[in-house]
Nanobody, 122 residues
C-alpha cells in the first residue's frame, strides 16, 4: 500500500509559477501527475521513472512543466502558467514500472492522492 499526499496548489496569475509536491509513504517505480478540470476527463501531464529518472510530458505542457524526484518525493514545477492549466492536480504512482507508451494513462496507476487545486487567472 502506498499513500500519496499532494501539496503546493494555489491561485496564480497567468504567466506565473507554482511547484507541486507529492510525498509518498514509500518509493515507487513510476510516478505521474494528472489533472482534471470540471466536465473534462482526467489527463496525464508528466511522469518519471524512479530508476534512471527518465521523464515524459504531455505536449500541452512541454517546455513549461518539469517533473523531478528526491527520494520519496516527486515535484512538478509549473511555469508560464495559462488559464487552461486550471484544474485539480493528482499525483499517481505504481510499484511496477509503467510501460513508456502507457505513462500518461490513468488506468496504469494503482495509487492516487487526493488532489490539489491549481487556479490560473487571466
Amino acid at each position: 500500500q502506498v499513500q500519496l499526499v499532494e501539496s503546493g496548489g494555489g491561485s496564480v496569475q497567468a504567466g506565473g509559477s507554482l511547484r507541486l509536491s507529492c510525498a509518498a509513504s514509500r518509493v515507487t517505480a513510476t510516478t505521474a501527475w494528472f489533472r482534471q478540470s470540471p466536465r473534462k476527463e482526467r489527463e496525464g501531464v508528466a511522469a518519471i521513472y524512479r530508476d534512471g529518472g527518465s521523464t515524459y510530458y504531455a505536449d500541452s505542457v512541454k517546455g513549461r512543466f518539469t517533473i523531478s524526484q528526491d527520494n520519496a518525493k516527486v515535484y512538478l514545477e509549473m511555469s508560464s502558467l495559462k488559464p487552461e492549466d486550471t484544474a485539480t492536480y493528482y499525483c499517481a504512482a505504481d510499484l511496477r514500472p509503467v510501460s513508456w507508451y502507457w505513462l500518461l494513462h490513468v488506468s496504469k496507476y494503482t495509487y492516487w492522492g487526493q488532489g490539489t487545486q491549481v487556479t490560473v487567472s487571466s
